[in-house]
C-alpha cells in the first residue's frame, strides 16, 4: 500500500504543477514560476511520504552533494544533446533560422525542470527502486524502461519507434545513472538537460511535442531515422547510439562500485550453494 501513497503524493504535486502551468498560456515568467515551484514541491512531497510511509532517511535525495550533482548532470545532458544536434547538422538537416528568445528559453526551463523532477521521483525513485528490490537491478533496469517508453506513446507526434528509443534514452540513461551514484540528483540533472537542450536553446520538438520558442529559431528536415521526424531528434539513431554508449559507462561504474542487485532468488541460491559448500 505504501507505493500507493507514494505515487499519488508526487503525482498530486506534478498534476497541480501541469494547472498552473496551462492556466498561465504560455506566460515564460510565471511558467519560470510555477515550473520550479513545482520541482521543489515534488522533492519535499516525495521526502515527506518516503520517509513517513518507510520510516527511514531518504539518501536518494541527501543534500549532501546535491548541487554538485545537478550541475554535473545537467552539463552532461546538454552536451550529449548537442552532439546529437551536431551530427544531424553535419548531415545538412539541421538549419538555424535566427535567435529566439531568452523568456521563451526561461519558461522552458521552468517547465523542463518540473517535468524532469517529477518524472525522476515517479520511475527511478519510485517504480525502479520498488521493483529493483524484489527482481534486482537488470529486470527492474528493462521494466522501467519499458513502462518509461510506453508512457511517451501519448505524446503528440508519437510513434512505435519513438517509444522504443525514449525506452533506450531515458529508460536506460536516467536508470543507469541512478544505480551508479544511489542518487537521484544527477539522474533528475541529465533529464533537465537534455530536455532543456532540446527546446530551450536548439529550438527542436522533444518527444513529439511542440514547445515555446528557446535561444535558437530552428529546423531540421532530412530522413526521420537521423532527424527523428514529427517526434524530435530524440527519435534520431544518434541519439539512441549516445545514450546507450553513455548507459553502458554508467553500468560499468555501477558494477565497479557494486551497486548492482541480484534477484532475491539469487541471493537464496547463493546463500543455499554457501551453505552447502
Avoid at 552532439?83 to 547538422?89: E, M, R, T, Y
Wanted: hydrophobic share 55%.
Amino acid at each position: 500500500m505504501r507505493i500507493v501513497w507514494q505515487l499519488l503524493a508526487v503525482a498530486a504535486v506534478s498534476f497541480a504543477g501541469q494547472l498552473c502551468v496551462a492556466a498561465v498560456d504560455g506566460n515564460p515568467w510565471l511558467t519560470l514560476f510555477f515550473g520550479g515551484l513545482t520541482a521543489v514541491l515534488a522533492v519535499l512531497a516525495y521526502r515527506w511520504v518516503v520517509r513517513k510511509t518507510e520510516h527511514r532517511p531518504v539518501t536518494e535525495l541527501a543534500g549532501s552533494g546535491a548541487r554538485r550533482a545537478l550541475g554535473r548532470g545537467t552539463l552532461v545532458g546538454i552536451a550529449l544533446f548537442a552532439a546529437v544536434i551536431a551530427n544531424i547538422a553535419l548531415l545538412g538537416d539541421y538549419e538555424i533560422r535566427g535567435w529566439g528568445t531568452v523568456p521563451g528559453a526561461l519558461g522552458l526551463a521552468g517547465f523542463m525542470a518540473a517535468a524532469a523532477v517529477t518524472e525522476e521521483l515517479l520511475f527511478r525513485g519510485l517504480l525502479f527502486r520498488i521493483v529493483e528490490n524484489w527482481l534486482g537491478t537488470w529486470l527492474a533496469l528493462v521494466l522501467s524502461g519499458l513502462l518509461f517508453g510506453v508512457v511517451h506513446l501519448f505524446n503528440e507526434h508519437a510513434s512505435l519507434w519513438g517509444a522504443i528509443a525514449i525506452a533506450i534514452e531515458g529508460g536506460g540513461l536516467l536508470t543507469s545513472a541512478y544505480i551508479a551514484t544511489r542518487k537521484l540528483w544527477l539522474p533528475i540533472g541529465l533529464h533537465f538537460g537534455w530536455n532543456f537542450a532540446g527546446a530551450g536553446i536548439f529550438g527542436t520538438v522533444v518527444s513529439g511535442k511542440g514547445a515555446p520558442q528557446g535561444l535558437l529559431d530552428a529546423v531540421t528536415s532530412g530522413p526521420s531515422i537521423v532527424t527523428g521526424g514529427d517526434f524530435g531528434p530524440e527519435g534520431s539513431l544518434y541519439s539512441v547510439l549516445f545514450c546507450f554508449l553513455a548507459t553502458c559507462v554508467f553500468l560499468r561504474l555501477a558494477h565497479r562500485r557494486g551497486r548492482l542487485v541480484p534477484r532475491r532468488r539469487d541471493e537464496r541460491t547463493a546463500d543455499v550453494t554457501t551453505l552447502s559448500a
